[in-house]
């Protein structure tokens, strides 16, 4: 039986979408409604689609037509990038949709609901202070989302037309959301964007992301500052030696370089050559004792030739990036490299992409068997989700949702206590642990 205001909440896609389902629940909490981890008790159930590259927009579409199916009493809310970026053609494609929710308007949502109608999906849009008002879905850690929308123009990406330019929220509000996450129990912060590195250039010096971290970095009960998507073309020179000299902001970097041939790379929109890549590698390790790196790679591109293909393969069998993350390049309509077609094969992208991901898996078993006998600090998120018999939780170097996991097989902990652990052993990306 579905309770008259109770939603189940599908949230899809990145850690940014993740931010917007919380601020969701929080608007939706606000109004008198409660959460369901059940969809057949939820009289609303919402989907937070994403729709980056075509096989995120199959995803959101499967989940959209299976809650449809299995749910067809429910009232149904599709919320997120796939209305964004389809706008019209959305609401005439998927007519048995109750409303459709684009991130400007969460704040309105209970309004629509019960209006039971869907206004003009884009509506208009207000920027410049961060929402604070959220439900938190994450153990022990949260999201910080310090922009929307990019200024780039990589020729493969469709988040400028989906999101919009280059917006930086407000340094002060974000330092109070801060605040209000770490007196929640927070002790993780992770700072996402899709451009971490662009963070207040539209405006000025003061809001420049160096300086949001020093603010943030006061914060008493904040253990951990993670940095996610940070443009290999916009680093601050002051954040390596800031990094180094922190107690909080982890050594850890999250720069996507998506290829390292110059002339893949061209024909993407980026403005780096492969050679000062390799540098910036060499230099950020030499200025940060200790620094893990995570990065992405896009095989396949139109232009990618087999020696641009070599070029990647031998750059990371050489610099041994610590975390790797591979995905097939996907022609996306709007953007210029649509334009390219699609010459090369999907057999060829999927050979390629699995081809570097197993160079990098080889050297990432050797990385984590040598932790075996360290200790590392690691932060508790609760009970395993494999067995009740566990808890779960991370090492300092593992960021949440794509690195791996530590499974605790000895000593007592609760979400967001960060506890030093014994590693014991491996298995696929995870450690097992014991708590000393």
């Known amino acids: 039986m579905r309770n008259s205001k109770t939603v189940h909440i599908i949230s899809l896609g990145c850690p940014k979408n993740r931010v917007d389902t919380e601020r969701i629940l929080s608007t939706l909490f606000d109004r008198g409604y409660t959460h369901s981890d059940d969809p057949l008790t939820a009289r609303y159930i919402i989907i937070n689609t994403c729709a980056f590259i075509e096989p995120a927009v199959e995803e959101s579409i499967d989940a959209i037509l299976d809650v449809k199916s299995e749910h067809p009493d429910a009232f149904v809310v599709v919320a997120g990038c796939l209305p964004l970026r389809y706008r019209e053609d959305l609401v005439d494609s998927l007519p048995e949709i109750d409303l459709f929710l684009t991130p400007d308007r969460i704040h309105e949502l209970p309004d629509l609901i019960a209006a039971k109608t869907a206004p003009d999906p884009r509506g208009d849009t207000i920027y410049g202070a961060s929402v604070s008002g959220r439900v938190l879905t994450t153990p022990g850690y949260a999201y910080l989302k310090i922009a929307e929308g990019c200024s ?144 992405t790679f896009m095989v396949g591109f139109p232009t990618e030739r087999d020696e641009d293909f070599q070029e990647l393969r031998d750059f990371v069998q050489e610099f041994r990036i610590e975390h790797v993350g591979v995905f097939a390049y996907s022609p996306e309509e709007g953007t210029p490299a649509f334009d390219l077609g699609n010459p090369i094969p999907d057999q060829v992208k999927n050979a390629r992409s699995s081809e570097i991901q197993n160079i990098h898996s080889r050297f990432i078993k050797r990385r984590l068997k040598e932790k075996v006998g360290t200790t590392q600090e690691s932060i508790i998120e609760g009970v395993s989700s494999e067995t009740d018999l566990l808890l779960q939780g991370r090492t300092w170097d593992q960021a949440p949702e794509v690195d791996g996991v530590l499974y605790i097989t000895s000593g007592d902990g609760i979400a967001g206590e960060i506890h030093k652990v014994k590693i014991t052993a491996t298995h696929g990306p995870d450690l097992f642990g014991e708590i000393i």
């Not at 790379?265 to 590698?281: E, H």
């Not at 230099?283 to 940060?288: T, V």
């Open 152 to 295: 780039r123009r990589c020729t493969y990406c469709t988040i400028p037309s989906i999101r919009g330019p280059l917006r930086s929220y407000d340094s002060e509000m974000l330092a109070q959301e801060a605040e209000s996450l770490a007196s929640c129990n927070v002790r993780e912060l992770v700072l996402v964007a899709q451009d971490l590195t662009a963070y207040g250039v539209e405006k000025n010096e003061k809001h420049s992301l160096t300086n949001l971290l020093k603010r943030l970095e006061i914060i008493q009960d904040l253990r951990w500052i993670r940095l996610m998507y940070l443009h290999p073309d916009g680093i601050p020179r002051s954040l390596p030696e800031l990094m180094k000299n922190s107690e909080k902001i982890l050594p850890y970097m999250d720069i996507p370089f998506q290829h390292v041939s110059d002339h893949v790379l061209k024909s993407m929109g980026r403005p780096w050559k492969g050679n000062r890549i390799r540098k910036l590698v060499d230099n950020l390790r030499n200025a940060i004792p200790g620094l893990v790196l995570r990065t």
